[in-house]
């Protein structure tokens, strides 16, 4: 087999963009001895790294086919341009120590105002995906942070959820009765005040695991609410990205000591028991403590 750089694919950008895009993003195919047929391909990268977040959301490169004289994006693709942003998270390794370190700063700067902090760390118990309805030119996506450029859990969805899962364990999944009790309202805020509990975006603490994960619809035409679900309706594989086996650390402050316990052990139970991101109902999101 061999190896030969292909300039047989496209950027969708704008043509000075694109240019730059294809010295840096590159097509390697694979060929048997001197035949022009392809056999494989995959796509690498230059030797710097580069912001994983724009290459998994604007950095798209496209390979394409000719059959039966028409042009078409190839099976594949997809599969490929998700494995060229896994590897480079994976270039993103030694960035964890220095985000950790300007996020002890961080903590120690906010105690030093008055403020008690407590955190903890915890790994999908299987594998977590945030973000993935998010709007996506290929259709799943993924939260990645727009600077660093590696998977993060906001902490709003950290609130969100952890309020959701107060509301449904001990109110009865009655949020007027969850208002009504004065530790949820200066916790979580309400709409005429805030909250006095600082939920901090999670972040890893250990090397970064990515799979590449399939969600496979039997009867597209149905969910799509076009007709009836029958037998002859064609799967459509539909393939994303995940996280496992990953390290994050939970953290919150407040400089109200007598909220805090509680409010962390709220944040344990809902990744626990209820699990966040998307999926959950089918066993992800879900944290081991």
Same mark, same amino acid.
């Given at each position: ?17 694109? @240019? ?23 796509? @690498? ?234 999926? @959950? ?9």
């Amino acid at each position: 087999m061999k190896q030969r750089k292909d300039t047989n694919y496209e950027f969708y950008n704008p043509l000075d963009t694109a @240019t730059l895009l294809t010295e840096e993003i590159q097509k390697i195919s694979m060929y048997k001895g001197d035949s022009k047929e392809e056999k494989s391909f995959h796509y @690498t990268s230059s030797g710097f790294t580069k912001n994983p977040a724009l290459i998994f959301g604007k950095l798209i490169p496209h390979s394409f086919e000719i059959k039966d004289g028409t042009k078409k994006l190839k099976e594949d693709n997809k599969q490929e341009y998700l494995k060229l942003v896994i590897n480079e998270i994976e270039k993103t390794s030694n960035e964890i120590l220095y985000i950790s370190a300007r996020f002890k700063n961080l903590i120690k700067s906010l105690e030093n105002c008055g403020y008690k902090v407590d955190n903890f760390h915890a790994a999908p118990s299987w594998r977590l995906v945030v973000g993935l309805g998010s709007s996506h030119s290929q259709e799943t996506s993924m939260t990645l942070h727009h600077i660093y450029g590696i998977p993060y859990i906001p902490g709003s969805a950290l609130k969100g959820v952890t309020r959701h899962w107060v509301i449904l364990s001990r109110f009865n999944n009655d949020e007027q009765q969850a208002l009504q009790n004065q530790k949820f309202r200066e916790i979580f805020g309400t709409q005429e005040n805030e909250g006095k509990i600082i939920f901090f975006d999670a972040y890893p603490c250990s090397e970064i695991k990515l799979k590449i994960d399939i969600m496979n619809p039997h009867y597209p035409q149905y969910y799509s609410g076009s007709e009836f679900p029958t037998d002859c309706q064609l799967p459509n594989p539909i393939k994303f990205l995940t996280v496992e086996k990953t390290d994050f650390n939970f953290c919150l402050a407040t400089k109200h000591q007598e909220l805090l316990s509680d409010a962390l052990s709220w944040v344990r139970e809902a990744l626990t028991q209820h699990g966040i991101g998307a999926k @959950t109902s089918v066993g992800y999101g879900f944290f081991e403590v």
